[in-house]
């Protein structure tokens, strides 16, 4: 399974545009791109996925160039309720859609007032 | 549409004791599986029901941890004995047998074991 790195930890000011990179060189043909937000006493919630170019819905974008070995996770306009560990990981279609998750460190996300 | 509960919310038990964890998935999700955290750690893959079927149970610890679900419904995890290091949040989380993307799964609030 393709490792990912991803920064520890990133501060923002409420309303700002916030851009979480990952980093996943060694990601193969088949595996997407996945992205998940825990909220404090939580479980992880799924909120985007992509495997090429740009994804976008209602929560979040995920920007992947080319090359597939990183991608950003862009909230747009963030606010106090946006705080949260974000996961990056990528999937291997190819191993089913029911596998199991192998989650990284995170990224912990503070949004200041 | 309810979403994954999990019972109980919180557990305090003494080293020894037994304790036993409730993980209802969403209703007609035929995968089910447990995770746990440790304190400091990174969420770790504990096992994987397919309806009730074991479909990989290589993040299990060790023999004092059991899991069941049988009927493919709700599922149970059991400690027994409680070690110290078994204090952690567990998580359930449930998805559908043609779940539409990779890795898509709905995770439960947690379980947060407290071993003393």
């Known amino acids: 399974l393709a490792k990912t790195t991803q920064p520890i930890s990133m501060d923002s000011y409420e309303g700002q545009e916030v851009n979480i990179t990952c980093s996943h060189n060694n990601i193969a043909t088949n595996d997407y791109i996945t992205w998940y937000q825990q909220f404090p006493s939580q479980g992880p919630r799924f909120i985007i996925q992509g495997y090429k170019t740009k994804v976008t819905n209602e929560v979040a974008s995920l920007f992947i160039p080319a090359d597939r070995k990183s991608s950003t996770l862009s909230l747009p306009r963030v606010s106090l309720s946006d705080t949260a560990v974000y996961y990056c990981?990528?999937?291997?279609?190819?191993?089913?859609?029911?596998?199991?998750?192998?989650f990284g460190k995170g990224t912990r996300l503070h949004i200041l007032p | 549409e309810a979403g994954v509960t999990q019972f109980p919310s919180h557990s305090v038990i003494e080293k020894g004791q037994t304790v036993t964890l409730r993980c209802d998935p969403i209703?007609?999700?035929?995968?089910l599986y447990w995770y746990r955290r440790v304190m400091g750690k990174e969420i770790k893959f504990l096992l994987h029901f397919v309806k009730e079927s074991k479909q990989d149970e290589s993040g299990m610890p060790n023999n004092r941890f059991l899991a069941e679900r049988t009927g493919g419904t709700y599922s149970t995890l059991k400690v027994q004995p409680a070690e110290l290091e078994d204090s952690g949040v567990y998580f359930c989380?449930?998805?559908?047998?043609?779940?539409?993307?990779?890795?898509?799964?709905?995770f439960g609030p947690g379980t947060r074991l407290t071993v003393t």
């Open positions: 209703s007609g999700h035929d995968n």
């Open positions: 990981l990528v999937g291997d279609r190819a191993r089913g859609r029911d596998d199991k998750i192998i």
């Open positions: 989380a449930s998805s559908p047998w043609t779940s539409g993307k990779i890795n898509e799964q709905y």
